[in-house]
């Protein structure tokens, strides 16, 4: 899975922010994640049924 996957992040849920960055559409979110370094603590920001939730994740690539 991919590191949203890993938060727990589910069908429907809307990412709004990685880190300190807004994301508005899938391009900010991969600009976001590329900046990101492998076994780094970040927060994202998740709309879920109408509510806002912060989620911990730990940053852990996977090798394709």
Do not use: C, T
């Amino acid at each position: 899975g991919s590191p949203a996957m890993d938060a727990s992040v589910e069908r429907g849920d809307i990412i709004l922010r990685v880190a300190d960055k807004r994301v508005r559409s899938l391009e900010d979110y991969v600009r976001a994640m590329r900046e990101i370094d492998q076994g780094q603590l970040i927060r994202l920001l998740i709309r879920r049924e109408e509510r806002n939730q912060w989620h911990n994740v730990l940053v852990a690539f996977r090798r394709r």
